[in-house]
């Protein structure tokens, strides 16, 4: 193989297994490589062997000069060229950017004539040949898979926390331009198919496939940042073409939806390359980005040029709103790219300690500080989100975007508040809402939670009266609908008014901080009894019921920590009045009338998941643990005849209502024996169900747990010669008994199912149900298997033994591992003789 050339077909075949080991070395990793101290490490040396391997491959290519010969070659040679490519890919994937740079050191010292910045160059070179070759040539798959595979390439070489520094002054620059040499084409490829797809229905785009863009977009960030000095400034041309040419195409009258979408991705981008998604953490600016601004002075670097016509952009497009430029897919781009900025640029040297982490930036005379443009910005954006609403009236989508991805990152923080709270726009939002203008009274039910909650945020202890005049409003406006009379309250814009209401409310119990909750709690206490009478009118009207429930449990959930005690034995007594009511209205039941169609489905799963969270939250109380069980069992046995089948195959529903049974059983598994026997079966059958879920480990864990629970108070119970089940000890699930029923699921699912992560999570649970009665349990699997090998009738002797065993040492560690050990080994007997 290593005598024939990159280009000789002959000896493709062998070349291919030859690259697939080079593949499976190029992958290794661990303890193999030994004590990795110092610059030539058998790691590097490695690295650089595999790089050595694969160069001929890549090089082979470069031979042309002309892309077309170049593509062509590809093309011809896809096998070997992907192939290389991938073990490529999994060496970058495996090995860091410290040791890919230390072996092309490496290479260089064993071979002048490979230069460190030339392999970097073929990377490079690779990478958009095969970008480029794939731009509008659907049929060239192996173009568009190679350009795949070697932009993971460069991804993981770009996402190294400190590029620069493992690169030193010589390779970085030849870095930097590789990289953006693959950004820019890759933009090239993206614009190209953004007016391919302009025409596209977006109800197309499923959520799969919304991760998978946000993955490549992330990845692409950090090749721009790599060579931010040279993409920042390319990006920044790009948009303006773009928004040039949405101008003129609406200025001619012609179609504008290529150009439009082309903006829209480049927002997109921009907004990814720019900064990180906060994801509920402090923002953190990327370290290159952190060290240009401090090297070449805090608004000379491209960074602040990038923002500069992100701002212009925004502006512009804010002048253009009533016309056709300003549609609302490019508002919803605006407003996530703005969101994303604004969070982690904008007035970072504000009061309080939230603003971006970096101790390499000193933000003394930034342009967006608090003392320089930040407060006019910080004003317009809040203009935008009160634009969007004026100008796009019942645009749900645009309005939630505005909302959670825009206003929410401006009112996070405490550096901005005290600005916040003096600038015009926001005070004009302010009375527009609470004075109910045209822009603001007919918003969406949960566009006016969030909103609620930036108001409530954003104002916070600045301005403590504007927090209770909003709430306290919402307050009044609930008790007016609870008294209305039923049949008055039944109207369709007196349902929506209570909805709109209640959800504004929970917008302001999710707001605030510690300071600020003991604020709102004292303004929304009045609604508290309101609630009850708004119930008596709503058992047909689930949405109202649900945003009661949710109401309660973000009440529960983000204020029960600064309350009183006086104020939490109410809060609790309020919770089990709604769940006391749940019951006795049943209104899940009511819902059961004749067919059972999409909507009623979805609105028991919606219900179900309400009082599930209410239940949860109730379990979090510092209160008597006798009320707080009995409270929550209750609640638990009336939902409990509806969780199975269809209603349990909805994953979050499913995960919810078993996170809770698992923190019941567990907490109070005295109680599971005082459910009534019908409440029982469904109990155990939910086990089984939940047994069965495939592909779901966070349900699979629960319900092992819950299972272990149970069973282990039975143990104890039998220990001190009591009962576990009482009145339960009886009934039967399918013509068994509970223990038995839970062990027959537990043993289908270990044998069934192969895989050691499921025996990993059933050996406990299968310990304290055999340690009731080992030998009688040990028969029962005999029987469950039939007669046949000798060994799996042995292996289920030693498995009784073990279980015995345990018992005797009162289930120390040391004998509950000893049974582990030997159950995995028997179901490995088990699972063995099915196949056979």
Not at 242 to 248: A, F, I, M, R
Request: glycine residues 6%; aromatic residues 8%; negative net charge.
């Amino acid at each position: 193989v290593s005598a024939g050339t990159a280009g000789d077909v002959a000896v493709s075949s062998e070349r291919q297994a030859y690259l697939q080991v080079v593949n499976n070395l190029a992958s290794m990793h661990g303890r193999i490589f030994g004590d990795e101290r110092g610059p030539g490490g058998h790691k590097v040396q490695h690295v650089a062997h595999m790089l050595k391997l694969l160069l001929p491959e890549l090089l082979a290519m470069q031979q042309f000069s002309e892309l077309g010969d170049q593509v062509a070659y590809l093309n011809s040679h896809s096998e070997m060229l992907l192939g290389a490519c991938r073990a490529l890919s999994s060496m970058c994937a495996t090995h860091s950017l410290k040791d890919v740079v230390g072996a092309l050191r490496c290479l260089s010292t064993q071979d002048a004539s490979i230069p460190p910045a030339a392999i970097l160059g073929t990377l490079g070179n690779c990478a958009v040949v095969s970008l480029r070759g794939s731009i509008g040539n659907e049929t060239s798959d192996a173009a568009e898979e190679c350009a795949d595979i070697m932009l993971d390439v460069w991804t993981e070489l770009s996402s190294d926390y400190d590029v620069a520094a493992h690169l030193g002054p010589d390779l970085y620059p030849q870095f930097s331009s590789c990289a953006g040499a693959v950004f820019a084409t890759y933009l090239e490829k993206q614009l190209h198919t953004a007016a391919m797809e302009a025409f596209e229905d977006e109800e197309d785009f499923e959520g799969e496939e919304e991760a998978y863009v946000e993955a490549v977009l992330s990845g692409l960030a950090s090749v721009a940042r790599a060579s931010h000095s040279i993409s920042l400034p390319n990006l920044a041309e790009s948009l303006e073409r773009s928004k040039q040419k949405l101008h003129e195409a609406v200025a001619k009258g012609s179609d504008a939806s290529v150009p439009l979408e082309e903006l829209c991705w480049m927002l997109r981008m921009s907004s990814y390359v720019m900064a990180d998604s906060g994801d509920g953490e402090t923002p953190l600016v990327p370290q290159i980005f952190a060290e240009g601004m401090s090297a070449g002075g805090i608004n000379a670097s491209p960074l602040v040029s990038m923002s500069q016509t992100l701002i212009k952009l925004a502006t512009d497009f804010k002048a253009s709103i009533d016309t056709a430029v300003a549609s609302s897919r490019l508002m919803e781009e605006l407003c996530k790219a703005l969101g994303r900025w604004s969070e982690t640029y904008l007035i970072p040297d504000g009061d309080g300690s939230s603003g971006p982490l970096s101790s390499d930036i000193d933000w003394t005379g930034y342009i967006f500080s608090v003392s320089g443009e930040g407060p006019a910005v910080l004003n317009f954006l809040v203009e935008l989100v009160h634009l969007c609403f004026a100008k796009f009236p019942g645009d749900r989508n645009l309005h939630l975007i505005a909302t959670q991805n825009l206003l929410k990152p401006l009112t996070k923080y405490p550096r901005v508040h005290g600005v916040l709270s003096r600038t015009y726009a926001w005070q004009d939002l302010y009375k527009s809402y609470v004075q109910e203008s045209e822009a603001t009274k007919n918003l969406e039910a949960e566009v006016q939670m969030h909103l609620t909650a930036a108001i409530c945020n954003g104002y916070g202890t600045q301005a403590p009266d504007c927090v209770r005049e909003l709430v306290a409003w919402q307050v009044k406006r609930l008790c007016h609908c609870a008294s209305l009379p039923k049949n008055e309250f039944e109207r369709a814009d007196r349902v929506a008014l209570t909805c709109n209401v209640l959800s504004s409310l929970r917008g302001a119990a999710r707001a605030g901080c510690g300071l600020s909750r003991p604020l709102i709690f004292g303004e929304m206490r009045p609604c508290i009894p309101a609630t009850s009478d708004v119930l008596g009118k709503s058992k047909e009207y689930t949405i109202v019921y649900n945003n009661v429930l949710e109401l309660a449990a973000d009440i529960f959930e983000f204020h029960t920590p600064y309350l009183s005690d006086e104020d939490s034995r109410g809060l609790f007594s309020w919770a089990v009045e709604l769940i006391r009511r749940h019951c006795a209205d049943k209104v899940l039941f009511n819902a059961k009338n004749g067919l059972l169609t999409s909507s009623k489905f979805d609105n028991e799963c919606d219900s179900l998941l309400s009082i599930i969270r209410l239940l949860t939250q109730v379990t979090n109380t510092d209160l008597r643990h006798d009320d707080v069980a009995a409270t929550v069992f209750s609640g638990v046995e009336t939902i409990m005849p509806l969780m199975t089948g269809d209603h349990l195959k909805v994953p979050p529903l499913r995960r919810a209502f078993f996170y809770l049974l698992t923190y019941m059983v567990e907490a109070y598994a005295s109680k599971v024996a005082d459910l009534s026997p019908q409440s029982f079966v469904s109990f155990l059958q939910a086990m089984a169900f939940g047994l069965q879920v495939q592909e779901d480990s966070e349900t699979g864990s629960a319900v092992f747990e819950a299972i272990a629970a149970f069973a282990k108070h039975g143990v104890m119970c039998r220990m001190r010669g009591g009962q576990a089940l009482g009145a339960n000890e009886e009934t039967m699930i399918d013509g068994k008994r509970p223990l038995v029923f839970l062990f027959d699921s537990i043993v289908s699912k270990v044998i069934l199912e192969d895989g050691a992560n499921s025996l990993d999570m059933a050996s406990e649970p299968m310990l304290y149900i055999m340690a009731q009665d080992a030998t009688a349990f040990a028969e029962h699997l005999k029987a469950h298997i039939g007669p046949g090998d000798a060994r799996a009738a042995g292996a289920i002797d030693e498995l009784a033994v073990a279980a015995s065993a345990a018992v005797a040492t009162s289930l120390d560690r040391s004998s509950r591992q000893g049974f582990s050990a030997v159950f995995k080994s028997t179901i490995g007997n088990l699972r063995g003789l099915r196949k056979k």
